[in-house]
T-cell receptor, first 114, second 113 residues
Framework: GAVVSQHPSWVICKSGTSVKIECRSL??????MFWYRQFPKQSLMLMAT?????????EQGVEKDKFLINHASLTLSTLTVTSAHPEDSSFYIC??????????FGSGTRLTVV | KQEVTQIPAALSVPEGENLVLNCSFT??????LQWFRQDPGKGLTSLLL?????REQTSGRLNASLDKSSGRSTLYIAASQPGDSATYLC????????????FGQGTTLQVKP
């Protein structure tokens, strides 16, 4: 149980286009989801916290207009990278927290902007 | 500000060896500590969760201990196998149960056949 399904697993897009990444909680309701970015050989960097039905909370230095987060339901949170550029190429991972079970992570999305 | 450090950064051992990965944190007022495994290009798999009131957790060949007073946790892997090769990440919940995970930089483990 406690599975977070993340799609797509990889995506290549042209510079200037937008890309949407979805995370779904399959067997539980996630009122809060966390979005991370990971550069090669580095640890995870928290980008933002999404809350169902309200605005996301972004970490310092993360561009809100660049990384749009929507948490429209208790089972779905999305991250849209708008007007993507090569420097946005990275590995993006979502996570949800379950009481007494800790955090569970999606499988990640490898974004390549060409 | 909470900081998490993992030592060593990389480790290479022969198959069958028992090994210990170390994690230290600067603020002992943590809520929980969680160990994860990450394979290249993949997401994180939770290995063990130690709640703040617990001292250790075990799952199969894995045993994790927590000493809040000294700000340390260890992950013990018994009888290592090549399939254990991965990056192991230690993470603590920020003090005051803010809900945010604070990660160490990870230990990359290679188990040679």
């Amino acid at each position: 149980g406690a599975v977070v399904s993340q799609h797509p697993s990889w995506v290549i897009c042209k510079s200037g286009t937008s890309v949407k990444i979805e995370c779904r909680s399959l067997d539980f309701q996630a009122t809060t989801m966390f979005w991370y970015r990971q550069f090669p050989k580095q640890s995870l960097m928290l980008m933002a916290t999404s809350n169902e039905g309200s605005k996301a909370t972004y970490e310092q230095g993360v561009e809100k207009d660049k990384f749009l987060i929507n948490h429209a339901s208790l089972t779905l949170s999305t991250l849209t990278v708008t007007s993507a550029h090569p420097e946005d190429s990275s590995f993006y991972i979502c996570s949800a927290r379950l009481r007494n079970y800790g955090y569970t992570f999606g499988s990640g999305t490898r974004l390549t902007v060409v | 500000k909470q900081e998490v450090t993992q030592i060593p950064a990389a480790l290479s051992v022969p198959e069958g060896e028992n090994l210990v990965l170390n994690c230290s944190f600067t603020d002992s007022a943590i809520y929980n500590l969680q160990w994860f495994r990450q394979d290249p290009g993949k997401g994180l798999t939770s290995l063990l969760l130690i709640q703040s009131s617990q001292r250790e957790q075990t799952s199969g060949r894995l045993n994790a201990s927590l000493d809040k007073s000294s700000g340390r946790s260890t992950l013990y892997i018994a009888a290592s196998q090549p399939g254990d090769s991965a990056t192991y990440l230690c993470a603590v919940y920020g003090s005051g149960n803010t809900g945010k995970l604070i990660f160490g930089q990870g230990t990359t483990l290679q188990v040679k056949p």
